[in-house]
Nanobody, 126 residues
């Protein structure tokens, strides 16, 4: 069983920055692919970014490319999402997810992740 705990959300104005963190339990975090997704009220959960277990592969949704950066620190069992130049349309609950398939890859589809955190709210005002 893997537990994921997100933190770092908040309320801020457009143009600001936030860094989300997701800490994972377990001794094999370094073999998990990790992803960030977000869900706005009344909308489906959307892919934001993903990183392979080694950190060697990353992938971003077009809507965040150039503004968000996903990274990981395997020594701390933590994956990060640095969000810059935030826009009101970035407002959502942000979830991290773990792919424990132990394959060096990134996954864009929520159904292919095995574990999810509880989410952290990000609200960007105009």
């Amino acid at each position: 069983q893997v537990q994921l705990v997100e933190s770092g959300g908040g309320l801020l104005q457009a143009g600001g920055s936030l860094r989300l963190s997701c800490v994972a339990s377990g001794r094999t975090f370094s073999s998990y692919g990790m992803g960030w997704f977000r869900q706005a009220p009344g909308k489906e959960r959307d892919f934001v970014a993903a990183i392979s277990w080694s950190g060697g592969i990353t992938y971003y949704a077009d809507s965040v490319k150039g503004r968000f950066t996903i990274s990981r620190d395997n020594a701390k069992n933590t994956v990060y999402l640095q969000m810059n130049s935030l826009k009101p349309e970035d407002t959502a609950v942000y979830y991290c997810a773990a792919d424990v398939s132990r394959v060096e890859r990134v996954e864009l589809h929520a159904r292919l992740y095995h574990y999810w955190g509880q989410g952290t709210q990000v609200t960007v005002s105009s």
